[in-house]
């Protein structure tokens, strides 16, 4: 039996371009009781892989998140399918407003200690008293009112390229950071005041919402689905948009566009921009903005020593990377002192 990727990402690329079929880009979570996590994560991968099912699942004893891309004519067998899993019947599926067919090129369903990692004690409170959810229509009133206060759940290099306007975005690198600055920066304001938050999906405000009403804060709201559930119920009801520029995301297109506002700069020259590019350079893999131009002359990195060592030959880049840890700086997110336009 199959349960792991046989198929490298050039090889799925390369069939997914023979197949010729548009794919769906997914995503959906749920908090939810799972006695046994790995014989859950085994039963979907069978399940899934017959489906064509792409992407990235974490599966853990308080619920599944998952970020997908499944054919469109499977979608329907899809649904079905989760259907039959009780907990995830009916459950909302976050469908992406710009598609690509390769926004995912391996199946990867992961066993972990938690579907996000938020880094705290779920036993000092209860994750399942949330705060109150909210439709696009309503949350675009509530966030009108002059008692509100508009927080943005996620990290600096999400809301940098795209928030909602007069939102609180906190400069952080980890959602941990962003409870606790939000938390010292609000005291005052606990009971008199609407405390509204947002993030991609939904998932990160559940958990800070049922944290805040756990702090003492008495009105406690949140994004139903995020900003990707926002961008399609403000298409649908032909809404305001109140979110200006895009929307990140985390799979192969980094982004996708709400509105034509570019709101960030590069971080090498300043021009306005918005395209996030990873460091070429593959001891750095630093996530940053850059333009074209700069694109061009840094030879896609962020600095001239990293344009040094990603233009040495490969055996050489090689052998300066042996023996380093990598772990702290692959996929290290968007800060360097080589930036100097990141604000
Ligand atoms: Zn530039
Ligand atoms: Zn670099």
Redesign the pocket.
């Known amino acids: 039996m199959q349960l792991y990727n046989k198929l490298s990402a050039d090889e799925r690329a390369k069939l997914i371009d023979q197949a010729g079929e548009k794919r769906l880009t997914i995503s959906f979570y749920q908090y939810h009781h799972i006695g046994n996590p790995h014989i859950f994560r085994d039963t979907l991968f069978i399940a899934w892989n017959d489906l064509d099912v792409l992407g990235r699942t974490y599966v853990s004893d308080e619920g599944i998140n998952a970020q997908i891309s499944v054919p469109a004519t499977k979608f329907n067998a899809f649904k079905t399918h989760l259907d039959t899993i009780l907990f995830l019947e009916g459950v909302r599926l976050n469908i992406a407003i710009e598609q690509d067919n390769k926004s995912f090129l391996k199946l990867k369903i992961k066993v972990r200690k938690k579907i996000v990692a938020d880094g705290l004690n779920d036993e000092t409170f209860d994750v399942t008293d949330i705060g109150i959810h909210l439709k696009a229509k309503e949350f675009n009133e509530l966030i009108a009112k002059e008692n509100t206060i508009l927080v943005d759940m996620r990290n600096h290099y999400e809301s940098e390229i795209g928030h909602f306007e007069g939102a609180i975005t906190p400069d952080v690198d980890t959602f941990r950071d962003s409870l606790d600055i939000i938390e010292e920066d609000l005291k005052e304001h606990k009971e008199d005041k609407n405390l509204v938050m947002y993030c991609t999906g939904g998932i990160r405000c559940e958990k800070a919402s049922a944290y805040y009403k756990h702090k003492g804060f008495k009105n406690v709201f949140q994004l139903e689905g995020g900003i990707i559930e926002y961008v399609r119920q403000v298409k649908e009801e032909e809404l305001e948009n109140k979110f200006k520029g895009k929307n990140f995301v985390f799979d192969e297109r980094r982004s996708e566009r709400v509105s034509d506002d570019v709101i960030s700069?590069?971080?090498?020259?300043?021009?306005t921009?918005d395209e996030h590019a990873n460091c070429a350079n593959q001891a750095c893999h630093l996530l940053f903005?850059?333009?074209?131009?700069?694109?061009t002359?840094m030879n896609d990195c962020c600095s001239n020593e990293c344009k040094d060592i990603h233009e040495l030959p490969e055996d050489a880049q090689k052998e300066l990377r042996k023996g380093k840890n990598k772990s702290n700086k692959i996929f290290k997110k968007g800060r360097s002192e080589a930036l100097k336009?990141k604000i």
């Open positions: 700069v590069c971080h090498q020259c300043g021009e921009c903005i850059q333009c074209e131009t700069c694109q002359k336009f």
